[in-house]
Nanobody
Framework: QVQLVESGGGLVQAGGSLRVSCAAS????????MGWFRQAPGKAREPVAA????????NYVESVKGRFTISRDNARNTVYLQMNSLKPEDTAVYYC????????????????WGQGTQVTVSS
């Protein structure tokens, strides 16, 4: 198994930037495709971005394309989500997740989850 711990959330004004991080431990990090998900109050958890085991491929939900960038540093066992041009609708708890697949996009494909970090975007 792999343990995941998110950090870097906080309060930011609309148009601002924030980078959240996810530190992994327990198994070799490069054995997992990684993803970021978010859950707003009263809504289901939704995929935001995904990155393949080697970092060569990425997927994004349409609403964040051009604004968010997922990346990974396998030497540091860490995956990042750089969020630019933030909007109030980006407000959510952001979760890091790991899949044994090369890359995933749906919630069901991810077996391991972190506890989440709160991102709040004010208007």
């Amino acid at each position: 198994q792999v343990q995941l711990v998110e950090s870097g959330g906080g309060l930011v004004q609309a148009g601002g930037s924030l980078r959240v991080s996810c530190a992994a431990s327990g198994r070799p990090f490069n054995n997992y495709g990684m993803g970021w998900f978010r859950q707003a109050p009263g809504k289901a958890r939704e995929p935001v971005a995904a990155i393949s085991k080697n970092g060569a491929s990425t997927n994004y939900v349409e609403s964040v394309k051009g604004r968010f960038t997922i990346s990974r540093d396998n030497a540091r066992n860490t995956v990042y989500l750089q969020m630019n041009s933030l909007k109030p609708e980006d407000t959510a708890v952001y979760y890091c997740a790991a899949t044994r697949l090369w890359i995933g996009i749906t919630n069901r494909e991810y077996e391991y989850w972190g506890q989440g970090t709160q991102v709040t975007v004010s208007s």
